[in-house]
């Protein structure tokens, strides 16, 4: 995808100048400023509570990418990274729900949320390769519904809608591509 090497072009400044720290304290950083946004959210202040979680989606991004610039990447890194995530994503997404009166939405965007990291993990776990497709990964959840918390209102319901939507659109892309490679009797994508 085009937009993912342009955001990695736009961040390696920020690379270069955090890459004194460990990247799994920047991980760790990261979710810590998610969990501060929520908080933020949870207390009515939904701007500076999108920012914040902004800011720890964007140290999110440099952990891998320091880990990578610095040499350092550890399988260990890797499943800190993806656990925090899913920890954030279900902060976010209940936050907003809490905050938006949006409960359904809510749960059927933790649903989707977890349902495609789940058929990713598990497909992978049979073998099959290639399987991080679809049209609502984490980077388009995790814009979507911060893009609803800074505008706020019935944005943020509409974020969970729209999230909701995708996401589980998303696992059933995998679903189907997992379906379809194994029938062929292949192992990868």
Same mark, same amino acid.
């Given at each position: 995808?085009e937009?993912?090497?342009?955001?990695k072009r &736009?961040i390696?400044?920020?690379?270069?100048l955090?890459s004194?720290l $460990?990247?799994? /304290?920047?991980? /760790?950083?990261?979710?810590?400023?998610?969990?501060s946004g929520?908080?933020?959210?949870? %207390?009515?202040r939904?701007r $500076?509570?999108?920012?914040?979680?902004?800011?720890?989606? &964007?140290?999110?991004?440099? *952990?891998?990418?320091?880990?990578?610039?610095r040499?350092?990447?550890t @399988? #260990?890194g890797?499943f800190l *990274?993806?656990t925090?995530d899913?920890?954030?994503e #279900?902060?976010?997404?209940?936050?907003a729900g809490? %905050?938006? %009166?949006?409960l359904?939405?809510?749960?059927f965007a &933790? &649903?989707g949320?977890y349902l495609?990291s789940?058929?990713?993990?598990?497909?992978?776990?049979?073998?099959?390769k290639?399987?991080? @497709?679809?049209?609502? +990964?984490? $980077?388009?959840?995790?814009f979507?519904?911060?893009?609803?918390?800074l505008?706020? !209102?019935e944005?943020?319901r509409?974020?969970?809608?729209?999230?909701?939507? !995708?996401?589980n659109?998303?696992?059933? +892309?995998?679903?189907?591509?997992v379906?379809?490679?194994l029938?062929k009797?292949g192992?990868?994508?």
């Open positions: 995808m937009w993912k090497k342009e955001a &736009l390696r400044p920020f690379v270069r955090f004194f $460990p990247p799994n /304290l920047v991980t /760790l950083l990261g979710f810590l400023l998610v969990l929520c908080w933020l959210v949870y %207390s009515g939904y $500076p509570g999108g920012c914040i979680i902004l800011l720890g989606g &964007l140290f999110d991004t440099l *952990d891998g990418e320091i880990a990578r610039y040499k350092r990447e @399988r #260990f890797a *990274d993806s925090l899913r920890y954030a #279900f902060f976010i997404i209940t936050i809490l %905050s938006a %009166s949006a359904i939405p809510a749960l &933790l &649903l949320s495609t789940y058929t990713r993990a598990r497909a992978e776990g049979l073998g099959v290639d399987i991080a @497709r679809g049209l609502f +990964q984490r $980077p388009e959840r995790f979507i519904l911060v893009i609803g918390l505008i706020g !209102g944005a943020i509409w974020s969970l809608i729209v999230v909701a939507v !995708g996401a659109i998303t696992a059933l +892309q995998r679903i189907y591509w379906w379809k490679t029938k009797g192992e990868n994508g």
